[in-house]
């Protein structure tokens, strides 16, 4: 059983910044693709960001030069930088991890509005 819990979210002010986390634990082998995404209300899941075992990073063009994803492969720990927010960067961000298969974290709601 894998387990995948985000942290960081919250209210901010837009222009602020927030970090997120995301620790996965159980039995992990080894995980090749982390990713973030997030669904705002009434529109789909989307991608954001996602990070290969090897550093590869790919970003959302609406993220990019804002947001930073990163990852610690010895705590199994991803993390998005998120600055510069926008009232559009409203969302529930999900984290995942594919290994043998594909796990999902519960997710957290972030909030940019003055």
């Known amino acids: 059983q894998v387990q995948l819990v985000e942290s960081g979210g919250g209210l901010v002010q837009p222009g602020g910044s927030l970090r997120l986390s995301c620790a996965a634990s159980g039995r992990i082998f080894r995980i090749n693709t982390m990713g973030w995404y997030r669904q705002a209300p009434g529109k789909e899941r989307e991608l954001v960001a996602t990070?290969?075992?090897?550093?590869?990073?790919n970003y959302a063009d609406s993220v990019k030069g804002r947001f930073t994803i990163s990852r610690d492969n010895a705590k199994n720990t991803m993390y998005l930088q998120m600055n510069s927010l926008k009232p559009e960067d409203t969302a529930v961000y999900y984290c995942?991890?594919?290994?043998?298969?594909?796990?999902w974290g519960q997710g957290t709601q972030v909030t940019v509005s003055s």
């Open positions: 995942n991890i594919k290994t043998i298969s594909l796990y």
């Open positions: 990070i290969t075992s090897g550093g590869n990073t």
